[in-house]
């Protein structure tokens, strides 16, 4: 997750005008909501009839309040927890936005963003209350984002000698802190162990992951599910039942224990069903993407 939100940084652009969050709204908040819709009225008439739904007897108020508030776990959001993300970076590119427009001095706006990833901090850990729209991992999230917004040059678009030492160094670095400093971390329940350990690793991680892209030569077909990640968000859970389903008629079992082999032997699976619903959503309802023409 520090990973997408530091992409974000990356791509947020140099003006302040009220255009931006215009097109903002575009690319995120409309396509949310569209695909929250179809989700929700999906789970309504069917899901929740079938599997871990219908043992659990969730409210479809609830549910449809989910929808708007986007936060609560499945509770709210068993239609599809997922779709959580896009509100909460539209929120982070917004507070970054407000900082950097009514903020001039860039010390000033470097405090703001240290107190509200403090603030962002604090509230999971003295309250138990689910923020609309997660707005307190948006303002941790402030932490990345920034970082992406003002080594975007280094990160993805410069190149210098030291790329494969760094690189080295840095896969070192994220394998020590990966293998001994094991902390439970989850960003839409504002779970993040140590905070201090949480920053560091985060950012050793996408340090290590954007200088790997950097080296590895660019394959179109990446590129295209690049594009295409709002849809690919919404489906992946449905795309993911739908191979279960399978799987269930063809083996006749209904538990499954996945290996991490075959976790990623599924993942492949998932971008070749949704493949051709990409193709038709690019040609035809592109704002599902949220895009104004196709791509």
Not at 99 to 127: A, C, D, E, M
Not at 206 to 219: E, H, Q, R
Not at 247 to 272: A, H, P, R, Y
């Amino acid at each position: 997750m520090p990973l997408f939100f530091l992409i974000a940084g990356v791509f947020h652009p140099k003006k302040s005008n009220f255009e931006i969050v215009k097109k903002r709204v575009q690319q995120l908040l409309i396509p949310y909501f569209l695909w929250s819709f179809i989700l929700f009225f999906f789970w309504l008439f069917l899901g929740r009839k079938y599997g871990e739904s219908a043992a659990l007897d969730l409210s479809p108020i609830k549910n449809f309040i989910g929808v708007f508030y986007a936060q609560g776990d499945i509770d709210y959001m068993n239609w599809g927890i997922p779709m959580w993300f896009l509100p909460s970076i539209f929120l982070t590119f917004l507070i970054f936005w407000l900082i950097k427009k009514f903020i001039q001095n860039k010390k000033n706006q470097f405090l703001v963003i240290i107190v509200s990833v403090f603030i962002g901090f604090l509230i999971p850990r003295f309250t138990n209350i689910n923020l609309f729209w997660s707005l307190d991992v948006s303002l941790v999230s402030l932490i990345f984002y920034t970082f992406g917004y003002y080594t975007k040059n280094y990160l993805f678009f410069n190149k210098w000698r030291g790329e494969k030492i760094a690189l080295f160094i840095l896969g070192i670095l994220h394998l020590i802190f990966s293998l001994f400093l094991l902390q439970e971390v989850d960003m839409y329940r504002s779970t993040y162990g140590n905070e201090f350990l949480f920053i560091i690793n985060a950012l050793v991680g996408v340090l290590f992951w954007c200088n790997l892209f950097k080296v590895l030569p660019i394959f179109k077909f990446l590129s295209f599910f690049g594009k295409n990640t709002i849809p690919i968000l919404a489906m992946q859970v449905r795309s993911l039942t739908f191979i279960k389903l399978v799987l269930v008629l063809t083996i006749g079992s209904s538990v499954f224990n996945f290996t991490e082999l075959e976790k990623i032997v599924l993942v492949l699976f998932q971008l070749l069903l949704m493949f051709p619903i990409l193709l038709l959503i690019n040609k035809y309802v592109p704002f599902l993407n949220g895009k104004n023409k196709s791509i």
